[in-house]
Nanobody
Framework: QVQLVESGGGLVQAGGSLRLSCAASRSISYINAMAWYRQAPGKQRELVARITSIGSTNYADSVKGRFSISRDNAKNTVFLQMNSLKPEDTAVYYC?????????WGQGTQVTVSS
């Protein structure tokens, strides 16, 4: 199993930045892929960014050029750097890990972007 704990959410004005962190309970070197999803009120959960064990990344079109996902294997942590935030980025952000074909989720962290 993998336990995931997110942190770094909060309230920020449009145009501002936040960095989310996701700490895993086991070495992320052996986790196939880690990702950030988000869910806004009344909407489905959507993929924001993903990073594989070999460092390949992909992003939702809506965040390309503004968000960056990275990993620190030594700290078993994945980060999501969010720049140029927009009100439409407001959501609960969830960390996800795909380990041995099983998905694991964190509890989520709220990001609110005011206009």
């Amino acid at each position: 199993q993998v336990q995931l704990v997110e942190s770094g959410g909060g309230l920020v004005q449009a145009g501002g930045s936040l960095r989310l962190s996701c700490a895993a309970s086991r070495s992320i070197s052996y986790i196939n892929a880690m990702a950030w999803y988000r869910q806004a009120p009344g909407k489905q959960r959507e993929l924001v960014a993903r990073i594989t064990s070999i460092g390949s990344t992909n992003y939702a079109d809506s965040v390309k050029g503004r968000f960056s996902i990275s990993r620190d294997n030594a700290k078993n942590t994945v980060f999501l750097q969010m720049n140029s935030l927009k009100p439409e980025d407001t959501a609960v952000y969830y960390c996800n890990a795909l380990y041995r074909s099983n998905p694991y989720w964190g509890q989520g962290t709220q990001v609110t972007v005011s206009s």
